[in-house]
Every structure is written in C-alpha cells, then in structure tokens.
C-alpha cells in the first residue's frame, strides 16, 4: 500500500525550510510521497496577511516542480472555509481508500494538537513530527519523529524582508521568479 506524507499548510509563501522537510520524509523512507496541501484558510492562523489562495498555488507548483515525490495537492481548495485537517482526511480517505495516511506536522503543531477540530479522528492516522521553535523531539514517540534540518526561516519574516540576498537564501529560484513577475515583492 502506498504511504503518503500529508503536509498541510499555509505555504505564504512556501520556502526552503518547508522543501527540506518533505526531502528529508523521502530520504529516510517515511513514505513513498509527500503531498503539500494548500490549506486557504486554518481556523488557528490570522488570514489578514495571507497572500491570495492562487498566488500561494501558484508558488507551490513552482517550488516543487524539480522535486520527484514532491506534490502539490489543492484539494483543501475546493472545499468550505475554514479548513480543517479532519475533514480533509475524511475526503481523502474516503476517495483513496487504499493509500496509508500519514500527518507530517511541526512540534509546535503537536503539542497544540488536542485544539484541533476533532483530534479524535486525527490521532487515528500516524503522525510525523519534525523539530520546530527549540521544541525537543523527545517529547514524542521515536517513530513519530523525523530528523530534520531547523532552519531559521520563517514566512512571515520572508514577507517583512527588503533583502533580496536573503530571499534567494530562503526561497526556491521559482517562487521568487513568480513573486517578482506578481508584484508581490514590494520596494525590492
């Protein structure tokens, strides 16, 4: 059976950090395929800073365009806001029945996960959990744990930046060829 990484996230906009994650997921044969799911809107975040939803698909295909295993996947684009990992995971497994979910989600994201809309049914699926925010590992089962690289970026401080350097530093060549093109790096 097929086991698929399920990474959701806002992805505004997607950066370097995030495509480490999902190649360190195939590296060490956590799964067979890691889909980034577009989430338009999570219930925990401030949307007023989000960048439009076909922007940040946009810049999702682009960033993992050269990556095999690596796939944008919109289905939480198609369905009612708020988005909700659970929900999503009832549709998916609902259409895919014969695929192995797994949730690949930071520390951070963890420890806060029993705020989650219907944790119950999110705990059913195994979880991967790579470090996030100083958070330890070790406050997690070994096989939910993915070593990964911390890399200090973050969007929103890609969004604040002026310095192009940096951005070249933090972003795949493609999203920042897009976002150029877009106008969605201002005084730059």
């Not at 939803?53 to 996947?73: C, D, F, Q, S």
């Not at 350097?165 to 897009?178: A, F, H, M, N, S």
Request: charge should be positive; hydrophobic fraction near 40%.
């Amino acid at each position: 059976m097929k086991r698929t990484a399920l990474f959701f996230g806002s992805f505004n906009p997607i950066h370097n950090g995030h495509i480490g994650i999902g190649r360190a997921v195939l590296n060490q044969q956590k799964a067979d395929v890691v889909h980034y799911i577009l989430t338009p809107q999570n219930p925990h975040k401030n949307t007023d800073v989000l960048l439009p939803e076909r922007h940040r698909w946009e810049m999702l295909i682009k960033a993992l365009e050269p990556y095999n295993g690596l796939v944008a996947n919109d289905i939480e684009l198609h369905m009612p806001k708020p988005s909700y990992t659970a929900k999503t995971l009832q549709k998916l497994t609902a259409e895919h029945p014969n695929i192995n979910y797994v949730i690949l989600m930071g520390a951070d994201s963890a420890i806060d996960l029993a705020t989650w809309h219907n944790t119950a049914y999110i705990k059913q699926f195994p979880l991967l959990i790579y470090p996030r925010n100083d958070i330890s590992l070790h406050a997690f089962p070994a096989d939910q744990r993915l070593q990964a690289p911390l890399l200090n970026i973050s969007a929103t401080s890609i969004r604040e930046t002026k310095d192009m350097q940096q951005l070249k530093d933090c972003l795949p060549k493609g999203v920042i060829t897009y976002m150029q093109a877009q106008q969605l790096l201002n005084d730059i």
